[in-house]
């Protein structure tokens, strides 16, 4: 039996460290194996340099003459903007550089703008931008980015026109907080909405896009609360309330807005001629208008009822103005107002003394303060344990009350505690039902700012409530009433402007009757007689039906100063016995003006005197937000934009406010706009961070947006953070995020990678995980289509004029092709914008600009311009035509995704003669797909040719380092003549796409495959062959092969388990069932194709008789190579390639590793005296001559022991070089 090592036939000397006899092998693979198979430190080894062979030393001479050679062009071109400086300065200073020859000067004419690049000129502001004669070589974002808005916004090309016939197509933009500033959440809606807008402009609708601005009633007052605190040390009740609402006129005057100025830099083509604010004159009728008529008709109400009371702002909020967190046992929380932290999490017991001496009965809360309210204790029906009790009395232990004793089978879970509820109808939810169920007692014991009133006890009067809390729970101790505490789950609301704890308050309030409306509402979006409205996607459908069909009044006043006042007055009546603000409900008048309000008064208290005084609550911010696609277009008031563009067409908001604002635009539009507000409402993602975390300031990984777009450092990040207001922990924990995070700061990525980042991430559903490095790829990928445009103006030349029309059919075949899935990306983007599937539509544009003009096209028709050949005169000019329309026509369609980059290629581009060019490309025509343009039969021979293109490419990839760049002959073996054809009429893409040195065409059974060449097949008709010097990569083939096997196998596997399944017969439809036998008969043929082109290779490497024998992966890590050397044994082959290293073993249980079934299978080993080295393919014992090791072959699934004879007594680990091959012969 002789052994045969495949190996590449480059000699490789190894050292070994005992004996220092030199072994003779072969280099491992068709990479050196010093080079691929370990990480090696900078600075090598006296050791290390004697195992270089000549070849690598001078492959390593070269990299070093390489590198001084790029650091002396980086110093020449340092010199050169050096001099460009100097020259500029002497310019400036009216001095004169050194004079040239006239020779040498006019050829550097065309770059004297910049020496060392070309850079824009200034451009005044709102001026078309002025564009150096030549781009510069890179993009940039900030250049790109300057002058373009301004000049945009001057001209009124974001300006809608009422009075046109173009069809409407209307978007109003979520109003955003007046005291708001960008953040990414801003980012995508703009994004989304300007890539809608512009298309929609681009497609011929008079397109509008209504900028506006919302007061924030309860965000605006805090704001300025504090900052009059600050500055003054005074309180809004201290300067009163006409003093403080002049106070936020100047605040919103001076700092309002920003965010509307900072969305410009994003690009966003809103009509600023329309811009509004919820509390300009305009708005403020409306919401007026809104509010009349609605009480009008019986809509709006005043009750008295249980609100979200926030005790620092002394206001009502809504519910989603609180944010809840859950406790799981006794916590402190710092709350406004405190010195001291305060228990939450505690659930206390205490007993109720039952009148006549009946004993007690326990209770439990975890808000023991509010017992000054309790006005009933509840008890299930059933309880048998409390039957003596119905119709009994407990007395409060502090005042004396005598408190009912009830039946309540809704509230009561009898085996929850001790089965008794305390019953506090004034200040929570579930009790506040129960009062009304069982006609209690309604005993409200806080004051708006949260102190106990004088229902509470002459003990407790004037006490906060969570001092309250402690005074309670001292002087039920006092009374022996007091039975202990224990952890509690629980959850608590929070304010989400003060941060304080939310209270239940029983308050005197105007309401919304939102049964009828909600149902009206609801039937728009679900019921398919009345559909007018739809949701995308359609998931939130059901949302809305659950929110609408469980609706409930909507509580719409606030006792703020900052907002709409109500327009209600109140007639106190000279004989009235309760003088007070609001003590009759009847009393209410409600009416636009004053004047208005005094005659209706005078009507319905006739005869009598009375004094009105308006209500000093305000409207909440979501009714007038409510009202918006009405009061933007000038509603109530009958304008020409009203019957113009209402309704809008499509609405693009968060998820999150579906019923806060959706849902109240839709009843309030239809009940007083007459219709649905837009008939379409697409719900954008939320953004979450890199890992799916919420965005948290805490955290530290809040993104904003200008510092994606400008770029930013580390430490600028970090002095954000140190200039907000988070505690010393809060702000290292956010710095440790920074650090994870943004290692490198942020790159400067531009308004348009921003943008179209955002827009490919919406496939996400309803969360977005923002990489930050997708938006810098992308970035990459604008200084790709700079650079493709740059191709372009080179080889169209200074004289190049357009067609104004094309005929693809006289064109060269890749000319053909790029017009035919140009017009294809067309068909798509388009069909996905009108889905709103934006994501979709962003990668089929950067999929046809980057794999199929930039990949394939620009490199196809480089050998037309390749010198003045006269043979390729014609391709030359059909080429630099499709190139003009490629380029032309997929700036257009990339023009809304991304803004600014395609306005400013787009206005380099020459245009044809003698027709009038458009001012900017926003107003162009979208692309539409052109009939003549598509040729499916040119798609299919492209894909063919480029299907060869990849398997020679992946040939070539399998060459070792010094071949992969030489230009190599190659074959094509078909197995037919059509095939033949088609490779012969390609021959000049392939070779070029491929830089092969030659391609020639043989036919199977008149050319034989040709020798000295690897193979690569490319369809069942077609292989292609590359011819080499020296040998390839196999095993890689082999893999690729192996992994197509595999593939097909769980194909199969899947598509056999659907057709075998239970009812696949009876219940699948006959077509299904035939493509579904069409599949499996083609996964077989594929299957059987490949099996027998993996034995063919194994033939084709040598001697058929040959077996290869993979013996395992190993790896090195420590980098230092020591010895390699070969051993052979046995009747069976056993021989091992080692690689010894010293390092110290991992002393943990070691792991066996054999090969079967294509797959590498590891098992733990049970011999406790073997180490593993990171548990890949051999143990080590621990002899101190001899060292057994034992590693996986490939010999029927069985592991094989290999002996390994080591010259020293000590422990080596064995160490890895790359995949070995052993083969024997008989």
């Not at 410009?264 to 409306?286: P, V």
């Not at 009546?573 to 603000?581: I, Q």
């Not at 909440?620 to 309704?647: M, R």
Request: with cysteine; aromatic share 10%.
């Amino acid at each position: 039996m002789s052994l045969i090592f495949l190996r590449r036939a480059k000699p490789l000397l190894i050292i070994s460290p005992s004996r220092y006899h030199s072994t003779f092998l072969f280099s491992p693979s068709p990479t050196n194996l010093l080079r691929r198979s370990f990480h090696r430190s900078a600075v090598m080894s006296e050791a290390e340099k004697k195992i270089l062979t000549e070849e690598e030393l001078e492959r390593k001479k070269k990299k070093d003459d390489k590198a001084k050679e790029k650091e002396l062009k980086k110093l020449k071109a340092l010199e050169k903007a050096k001099l460009a400086e100097l020259k500029a300065q002497q310019a400036k200073d009216g001095t004169s550089a050194p004079k040239k020859s006239a020779k040498k000067s006019s050829k550097r004419d065309a770059s004297d703008e910049n020496p060392a690049d070309f850079v824009d000129p200034e451009t005044p502001l709102g001026e078309k931008k002025r564009l150096s004669s030549q781009m510069a070589k890179q993009y940039s974002p900030a250049a790109v980015e300057k002058s373009w808005y301004a000049w945009w916004e001057k001209t009124d090309l974001f300006k809608a026109d009422a009075k046109s016939s173009k069809q409407p197509f209307v978007i109003v933009l979520p109003p955003p907080n007046v005291t708001g500033a960008l953040h990414i959440g801003h980012a995508l809606t703009s994004a989304i909405e300007d890539t809608i807008i512009r298309w929609k402009r681009m497609s011929g609708y008079n397109a509008l896009w209504v900028p506006g601005m919302d007061h924030a009633g309860i965000a605006t007052q805090v704001v300025v609360e504090k900052k009059l605190m600050r500055e003054r040390g005074l309180t809004r009740h201290d300067v009163g309330r006409e003093e403080f609402v002049n106070e936020v006129w100047k605040w919103k005057n001076q700092h309002g807005g920003t965010i509307l100025t900072q969305l410009r830099r994003l690009g966003a083509s809103l009509d600023w001629s329309r811009e509004c604010f919820t509390m300009d004159e305009q708005r403020s009728k409306a919401v007026t208008e809104g509010f009349v008529r609605l009480y009008k008709e019986g809509l709006i109400y005043r009750d008295i009822r249980l609100v979200n009371w926030d005790c620092v702002l002394r206001t009502a909020v809504s519910d989603v103005e609180v944010e809840h967190i859950d406790i799981k046992e006794k916590t402190l929380l710092n709350v406004p107002g405190y010195d001291k932290p305060v228990e939450f999490g505690l659930l206390t017991s205490f007993a109720y003394p039952l009148e006549g001496g009946l004993g007690e009965v326990v209770v439990a809360t975890t808000r023991v303060e509010t017992m000054l309210g309790d006005t009933a204790i509840a008890i299930h029906p059933d309880d048998a344990r409390y039957k003596h009790l119905h119709g009994k009395f407990a007395v409060h232990p502090f005042n004396g009350r005598k408190i009912p004793i009830i039946c309540d089978g809704i509230l009561v879970d009898p085996n929850f505690g001790t089965g008794c509820v305390k019953i506090t109808p004034a200040h929570d939810p579930n009790d506040c039902e129960v009062g009304k169920r069982h006609n209690l007692e309604f005993i409200n014991i806080l004051t708006d700012d949260g102190k106990i009133n004088t229902n509470g006890g002459s003990d407790f009067t004037g006490m906060p409530r969570f001092a309250a809390r402690v005074a309670v729970l001292e002087a039920l101790n006092k009374k022996g009433l007091y039975r202990g505490a224990q952890n509690n789950e629980m959850r608590l609301g929070l304010c989400q402007r003060t941060g304080d704890v939310i209270e239940p308050m029983i308050k005197p309030q105007w309401y919304v009757n939102c049964s009828k409306i909600g149902k009206e509402a609801l039937d728009v979006a679900v019921t398919d007689e009345n559909k007018k409205l739809e949701f995308i996607p359609k998931q939130y459908t059901a949302e809305w039906r659950r929110w609408l069909e469980n609706i409930r009044d909507w509580c719409i006043s606030r006792q703020l100063w900052w907002g709409h006042r109500i327009p209600a007055w109140y007639a106190t009546l000279e004989e009235d016995e309760r003088k007070e603000v609001g003590a009759y409900n009847d009393h209410w008048v409600v009416a636009r003006t004053e004047e208005e309000a005094r005659k209706e008064a005078a009507e319905k208290f006739s005869g009598k005197k009375f004094e009105l005084t308006q209500d000093q609550d305000v409207l909440d911010t979501w009714f007038s937000s409510g009202l918006f696609p009405l009061s933007v277009l000038g509603w109530p008031d009958e304008t020409e934009d009203l019957k113009a563009f209402y309704p809008t067409s499509v609405l693009e908001t968060g998820h999150d406010i579906l019923f806060f604002w959706v849902a109240r635009m839709v009843m309030m539009g239809m009940k007083l706009g007459g219709d649905v507000p837009f008939s379409k409402v697409y719900f954008h993602p939320m953004i979450r961070d890199a890992h799916g975390r919420k965005m948290s300031k805490s955290l530290g990984n809040v993104i904003d947006p200008l510092e994606v777009i400008n770029g930013v450092t580390l430490d600028a990040l970090h002095k954000r953070l140190e200039e907000g207001n988070l505690d010393p922990k809060e702000l290292v924990v956010a710095k440790e995020g920074q650090v994870k995070d943004f290692p490198n700061g942020i790159s400067e990525c531009g308004a348009d990678a921003l943008r179209f980042a955002l827009v490919s991430y919406t496939a996400q559903s309803d969360k977005i995980n923002l990489d930050i490095l997708r938006v810098v790829g992308y970035r990459q990928w604008c200084n790709k289509l700079w650079n493709a445009v740059r191709f372009a103006m080179m080889r169209l030349g200074d004289d190049y004029s357009p067609p104004l029309t094309l005929s693809p059919e006289t064109m060269p075949f890749s000319c053909q092709w790029i017009l035919s899935v140009l017009n294809k990306a067309i068909s798509k983007t388009v069909e996905s914008l009108n889905a709103f599937e934006f994501s979709d539509a962003a990668n089929t544009v950067y999929a046809w600009w980057q794999y199929q003009f930039c990949d394939v096209y620009i490199e196809a028709i480089k050998p037309y311009f390749a010198g003045d050949n006269p043979a390729f005169a014609s391709e030359r000019a059909h080429a630099q035509h499709a190139l003009w329309v490629s380029l032309e026509t997929g700036l257009r369609l990339l023009h809304p995704l991304m803004p600014y980059v395609t306005e400013e290629l787009w206005q380099r581009l020459p245009s044809p003669k003698n027709t009038e060019r458009k001012a900017s490309i926003m107003i162009c025509d979208y692309p539409s797909a052109i009939e003549n343009w598509t040729n499916e039969k040119v798609e299919t021979e492209m894909e063919t040719v480029l299907a060869s293109v990849k398997c020679l490419r992946a040939l070539r990839a399998g060459l070792l380092e010094k071949q992969k760049n030489e230009r190599l002959p190659a074959f094509a073996l078909c197995e037919n003549n059509v095939t033949s054809e088609i490779v012969k009429s390609h021959e000049l893409e392939i070779r070029t796409l491929a830089n092969l040195a030659s391609l020639e065409v043989l036919l199977k059974g008149e050319h034989a495959a040709p020798p000295g060449s690897a193979v690569e097949t490319v369809n069942e008709n077609l292989k292609v062959y590359l011819k080499v010097n020296r040998a390839i990569n196999t095993e890689a083939e082999q893999e690729k092969i192996r992994n197509k096997i595999d593939e097909l196998q769980k194909q199969k596997e899947k598509l056999q388990k659907v057709m075998s399944a239970s009812g696949y017969e009876e219940k699948v439809p006959a077509n299904i069932k035939e493509d579904n036998v069409a599949k499996l008969a083609k996964i077989l043929q594929e299957f059987d194709f490949f099996e027998k082109e993996s034995a063919r290779l194994v033939a084709e490497t040598g001697n058929e008789q040959m077996e290869q024998k993979k013996i395992g992966f190993v790896y090195n890590q420590a980098g230092g190579l020591h010895a390699i050397t070969r051993f052979c044994d046995g009747p069976l082959l056993t021989c091992c390639l080692s690689i010894c290293s010293t390092l110290r073993p991992f002393e943990r249980p070691g792991r066996e590793t054999y090969y079967k079934n294509r797959k590498w299978v590891h098992r733990a080993s049970t011999n406790e005296n073997r180490f593993c080295h990171f548990g890949l393919v051999y143990c080590v014992s621990t002899a101190a001559i001899v060292e057994k090791v034992h590693l996986g072959v490939v010999e029927t699934g069985t592991a094989v022991s290999l002996t390994v004879f080591w010259q020293v007594p000590q422990i080596f680990i064995l160490g890895a070089a790359e995949v070995f091959y052993c083969v024997r012969t008989a």
